[in-house]
């Protein structure tokens, strides 16, 4: 049985070689060190000032539309090369989260077992971060996945992998919580309230802490955020724009992971069809039952319609 899927795919392998579809999966540039060697045919500018790239994501349960952010423009350039030499077509979303995200664009996916665990395959090359504190996690934010900062402590991303926010929505009471440094206000309020000056709040934190109220104590250090920034000239907050603030509170997404991943793009059409993708059911690897494939085409179009698209999405 196995001998006889892999005799499957050898062939499926030779005749997309022989038909003109170039996968780039393995490389051999320098000598076969794993790395991609880029196509320098692949035009990776519009035709002509006056348009832009806009991408459309095809799967089973709709199409997506995205527009790539131009400040980021290795992230963009490298997209395009791959989805112009059709490098995502037939590719899986191999990891799906409702109310987070849906991810894709592992090469191992094109002809994978159903019960094979995915997520490992890469292109042979990372890309430079290109993280920026405008471009956040809402839903639909289009986003490189990446190794963990333990063994990638410079956040470069994968040079294939990317994932599609979807997210949930927030309270703006939840949202300045999560962007709370918990362990740096208690650090500084333990400091502020060994001062005599301060003895009201010693006396009424201690009090807290005999009656085991935790929750009071913890609302309380909230409370004197902005005493503790003045007086030891910390920043206690990691602080959401208006604009974060409004998209977060309405459309959703995850803002924890802002300034961690580079957001390179954001679908500006098809946000049912996330959902659509993220509600479906999954294995303990959080894999899709059913495959869901997808392809990826880019067309030129006039800036005036990216531009329209971004400004709806409140960008």
Not at 185 to 190: D, Q
Not at 251 to 259: H, T
Not at 262 to 273: C, K, R
């Amino acid at each position: 049985m196995n001998i006889e899927k892999n005799t499957k795919k050898k062939l499926i392998n030779y005749l997309l070689i022989i038909s003109g579809l170039t996968l780039f999966l393995a490389g051999c540039k320098n000598g076969g060190d794993g790395d991609w060697e880029r196509n320098k045919k692949v035009e990776v500018e519009p035709t002509s000032e006056d348009l832009d790239f806009l991408v459309t994501i095809t799967t089973d349960y709709g199409d997506m539309k995205a527009v790539l952010f131009k400040d980021t423009p290795l992230h963009r350039e490298n997209f395009v090369t791959l989805v112009k030499q059709h490098y995502y077509d037939s590719l899986l979303f191999h990891r799906v989260m409702k109310n987070f995200m849906i991810q894709g664009g592992d090469p191992d996916s094109r002809f994978a077992d159903d019960e094979e665990d995915l997520g490992r395959g890469e292109i042979g090359y990372t890309i430079d971060s290109e993280i920026m504190k405008t471009h956040y996690h809402r839903k639909g934010a289009l986003a490189m996945a990446r190794k963990g900062d333990d063994v990638n402590p410079e956040r470069a991303s994968s040079g294939c992998q990317f994932y599609i926010v979807d997210g949930r929505g927030w309270n703006k009471d939840d949202l300045i919580d999560s962007r709370i440094d918990h362990l740096k206000l208690y650090k500084y309020f333990e400091m502020m309230i060994q001062e005599p000056e301060y003895k009201k709040i010693t006396t009424a934190y201690q009090t807290m802490g005999s009656n085991g109220d935790q929750q009071g104590q913890k609302r309380l250090m909230r409370k004197c955020i902005p005493m503790v920034e003045k007086k030891y000239e910390v920043s206690l907050i990691n602080r959401l724009s208006s604009k974060q603030l409004e998209a977060y509170t309405t459309v959703g997404g995850a803002p924890f992971l802002d300034e961690k991943y580079t957001v390179f793009g954001q679908v500006v059409e098809g946000l049912e069809v996330i959902d659509k993708i993220a509600t479906q059911k999954v294995n303990r690897r959080n894999r899709p039952l059913e495959n869901i494939k997808m392809s990826i085409t880019i067309e030129e179009v006039p800036k005036t319609q990216t531009k329209n698209y971004l400004k709806q999405m409140g960008l």
